[in-house]
Nanobody, 126 residues
Framework: QLQLLESGGGLVQAGGSLRLSCAAS????????MAWFRQAPGKEREFVSN????????NYADSVKGRVTISRDNDKSTVYLEMNSLKPEDAAVYYC???????????????????WGQGTQVTVSS
């Protein structure tokens, strides 16, 4: 059974940076498409970014494009989300997700991802 564990969240001032990590265990993610989603209080879970199995293809939500970079290290079974120029509206719980059926998907739908972590809180002060 694949388990995903996010880390790296915290409190940061507007304009600051954070690097989130998603460590996988129990199964290799080297052939899986991976993604980051986020969910703010009272809002639906929304797509942030995803990455193909080899890191060659990435996709970003318009709201974070140019400020966020997704990457992965399959040898370490870890996916990263580097976030810069953070805004108060970026505050949310950030979740890592895996699609074991596809090595790449451009899907932004949470229902298309099979495994989820517990999330890490990102708080941005203005």
């Amino acid at each position: 059974q694949l388990q995903l564990l996010e880390s790296g969240g915290g409190l940061v001032q507007a304009g600051g940076s954070l690097r989130l990590s998603c460590a996988a265990s129990g199964r290799s993610i080297s052939t899986y498409a991976m993604a980051w989603f986020r969910q703010a209080p009272g809002k639906e879970r929304e797509f942030v970014s995803n990455i193909s199995w080899n890191g060659a293809t990435t996709n970003y939500a318009d709201s974070v494009k140019g400020r966020v970079t997704i990457s992965r290290d399959n040898d370490k079974s870890t996916v990263y989300l580097e976030m810069n120029s953070l805004k108060p509206e970026d505050a949310a719980v950030y979740y890592c997700a895996a699609n074991w059926r596809r090595s790449w998907t451009d899907s932004h739908e949470p229902s298309d991802y099979d495994y989820w972590g517990q999330g890490t809180q990102v708080t941005v002060s203005s």
